[in-house]
């Protein structure tokens, strides 16, 4: 990635996490834009988002996104424009990394808990 794409990347990331706080935030949601990837030619720029809603399905929010991408990009033109040419196509998903991170200590957890109790019974047996 060359300089003027992590650049643009960071530009985008700021400008796109304002726009979503501002015009779509839903009650108790909190939407977060944990990274932005830029194609090498400023055509495409890949957002990822985290979504943190409490009891709610997230699905639908990323679809009131999908719908509102070309009002986003319209914001984002308005901000960025004196930067770039063209303003890059605007692609959202759902970054499930804390998702993942929270599974794999689960899993880390329980293979403790195991050793801890296999240790235990070890412990326990006379030798």
């Known amino acids: 990635m060359s300089i003027r794409t992590k650049k643009l990347a960071s530009v985008i990331k700021k400008d796109v996490g304002e726009i979503l ?25 890949k957002i990822y988002l985290s979504v943190f809603s409490p009891g709610r399905d997230v699905k639908p929010i990323f679809e009131a996104i999908d719908q509102s991408q070309d009002e986003i990009r319209y914001k984002l033109a308005s901000k960025i424009r004196n ?45």
């Open 21 to 45: 706080q501002k015009d779509y935030q839903v009650a108790n949601t909190f939407i977060t834009v944990t990274q932005v990837r830029v194609t090498d030619d400023l055509s495409i720029a």
């Open 83 to 127: 930067q770039v040419r063209r303003i890059p196509e605007l692609l959202f998903y759902h970054d499930d990394t804390a998702e993942y991170v929270n599974k794999i200590e689960g899993l880390f957890s329980k293979v403790r808990d195991d050793r801890e109790d296999s240790d235990d019974v070890h412990d326990s047996n006379p030798s």
